[in-house]
Every structure is written in structure tokens, then in C-alpha cells.
């Protein structure tokens, strides 16, 4: 079994900042990349973010140049600094992660995300 906790979210004024976490734990041989999505009432889940094992980066055009993306190889926890939030950022944010269980079987996991409001 593998778990994803995400924890960070909250209620934050246009322009403001927030640091979500999530930690993986459970039978975890490696982790080939972590990233965080997020779904606004009524849309489709997006991708955010997502850094493989490597260090390498990806981010969606609507975030870039605010969010940063980064992670703690050794405690297994990924991290999503944001700055200059907007209204339309408002959204639950997931955490996601490509595992291979001590199993060896490789498959994507994810948390139960964590409520983030950009509301003046």
C-alpha cells in the first residue's frame, strides 16, 4: 500500500503565497516522479506541476514563472510554492506520484488533495 497526504492548502488573498506539501509513505521500492494537479468546481483536473527523480520540471503555461515546484528525494515528499496567487487559481490541488511498490509492480497514485481559495 501506498499513501499520499497533502497538507498546505487554505484561504489566501489575491497576490499572496502558499506552500503545499505532500509526503509519500508505505511499501515504496522508488518514486520515478511526483506532481501536483488541481480541479476547479465544475472543470476537469489539470496538471500543475510534476518533477521526476532526476530534478527535471515541468509546468502548465498558466503557472509558470509563479509556481515552483521541488522535492526532498530522501523523505519522499514534493513540495508547490505559490506566489502571486489569482482567483483563478482556486481549486482542490492533488498530490500524484509514480511509484514502484516493494511489490516491483509500477503504478500512479494519488492523495486526497487539499482545498486552496485566492479570494479578496
Known amino acids: 500500500q501506498v499513501q499520499l497526504v497533502e497538507s498546505g492548502g487554505g484561504l489566501v488573498q489575491p497576490g499572496g503565497s502558499l506552500r503545499l506539501s505532500c509526503a509519500a509513505s508505505?511499501?515504496?521500492?522508488?518514486?520515478?516522479?511526483m506532481g501536483w494537479y488541481r480541479q476547479a468546481p465544475g472543470k476537469q483536473r489539470e496538471l500543475v506541476a510534476t518533477?521526476?527523480?532526476?530534478?527535471?520540471?515541468n509546468y502548465a503555461d498558466s503557472v509558470k514563472g509563479r509556481f515552483t515546484i521541488s522535492s526532498d528525494n530522501a523523505k519522499n515528499t514534493v513540495f508547490l510554492q505559490m506566489n502571486s496567487l489569482k482567483p483563478e487559481d482556486t481549486a482542490v490541488y492533488y498530490c500524484?506520484?509514480?511509484?514502484?511498490?516493494?511489490?516491483?509492480?509500477?503504478?500512479?497514485?494519488w492523495g486526497r488533495g487539499t482545498q486552496v481559495t485566492v479570494s479578496s
Open positions: 500524484n506520484a509514480d511509484v514502484r511498490g516493494l511489490n516491483r509492480y509500477r503504478n500512479t497514485h
Open positions: 518533477i521526476t527523480s532526476g530534478g527535471s520540471t
Open positions: 508505505g511499501s515504496i521500492f522508488s518514486i520515478y516522479y
